[in-house]
């Protein structure tokens, strides 16, 4: 019902032209997706396996399916995949990614709530816990950290494909030392406040054009204490979509990072397809960089995934 009063919506203001592609691709993408194989990771939990996490909500668990399995697939190596799902998902969709990625650890709101919410109490943080009840995103800092078994964690977004194999970011993986990676974001500052803010208030000098979309973290690099110490500030923006990149950015900034080649490893889609090894389709759900990811990133990974 809330579909067609929507539909009836967009023809009504002139809009249906401008929402036709979102909708056309996705319902397209939809059926394509299941002529596809299951795709077979480690085991949450499997020791020296990095893990690659991942967020979630109904309506994005399409380009997750297609993101999970085109990392995977170029990945070449073992990961374990978790994913977080936030309160929109239902048994439904839960039993659709479980039949596409059936070795996909699966963290439901409530699950994690249980989890995550008893051990930042007896803790203290209590700014960690109101941080993750008011923004999604914060899940991607606190839980995926809280929840890990892995030493290293890829934070992976569900608008990301990828489409060579991935062998600079192995050899990353596979380095001893405890480097972070990012991909290069296309603004300077993709942060919830401004860098002289983040010195003001965190005491780090920000690097810039770190995205948290599609990035490596060393787990030790995730200090809570300091987290809650950051999030406690006064006036610090909780709400933002970027709040929770803003704080894994000063965490990273200082230390040893790594930032992936912007013509191989792409944020934004500056480069196309045929160019990049990966893309982050970062944007609004109907800009012309999101109907690209379906229009053209997924048709080749279907493809890819058919062979």
């Not at 085109?70 to 936030?86: C, E, G, M, N, W």
């Not at 078994?149 to 569900?158: A, F, H, M, R």
């Not at 389709?281 to 960089?289: E, P, V």
Request: hydrophobic share 40%; aromatic share 10%; charged share 20%.
């Amino acid at each position: 019902m809330s579909k067609l009063r929507t539909l009836i919506k967009t023809l009504q203001t002139g809009q249906f032209w401008y929402l036709f592609p979102h909708y056309y691709y996705l319902r397209k993408r939809s059926i394509d997706i299941e002529q596809t194989m299951p795709v077979t990771t480690a085991n949450y939990g499997t020791p020296n396996v990095t893990e690659v996490h991942m967020l979630t909500g109904a309506k994005h668990h399409l380009d997750l399916l297609y993101a999970a399995k085109s990392f995977v697939y170029h990945y070449q190596a073992p990961v374990s995949l978790v994913i977080h799902t936030d309160v929109s998902v239902n048994d439904e969709v839960i039993q659709r990614i479980k039949r596409h990625l059936p070795q996909a650890k699966i963290f439901i709101r409530q699950e994690r709530d249980q989890l995550v919410e008893p051990e930042l109490e007896k803790r203290g943080l209590i700014h960690c816990q109101e941080f993750r009840r008011i923004n999604v995103f914060g899940a991607k800092l606190i839980d995926a950290f809280m929840l890990s078994q892995s030493d290293k964690i890829i934070l992976l977004d569900t608008d990301c494909l990828a489409f060579k194999p991935l062998h600079k970011l192995r050899e990353l993986v596979n380095n001893p030392q405890p480097i972070n990676v990012f991909a290069k974001d296309p603004e300077k500052y993709p942060y919830s406040i401004s860098s002289e803010k983040i010195k003001q208030y965190f005491g780090v000098d920000i690097k810039p054009h770190l995205c948290a979309g599609f990035c490596l973290i060393n787990h030790q690099l995730i200090d809570f204490d300091i987290v809650e110490k950051w999030l406690s500030t006064p006036g610090y923006p909780m709400h933002h979509h970027f709040a929770e990149q803003t704080i894994t950015a000063a965490l990273a900034s200082q230390s040893d990072l790594v930032i992936l080649p912007d013509d191989e490893f792409n944020t934004g889609r500056l480069y196309d397809e045929k160019t990049c090894s990966f893309i982050h389709y970062c944007g609004h759900y109907l800009s012309g960089t999101r109907i690209a990811m379906r229009k053209i990133g997924q048709s080749i990974v279907l493809k890819q995934l058919h062979v």
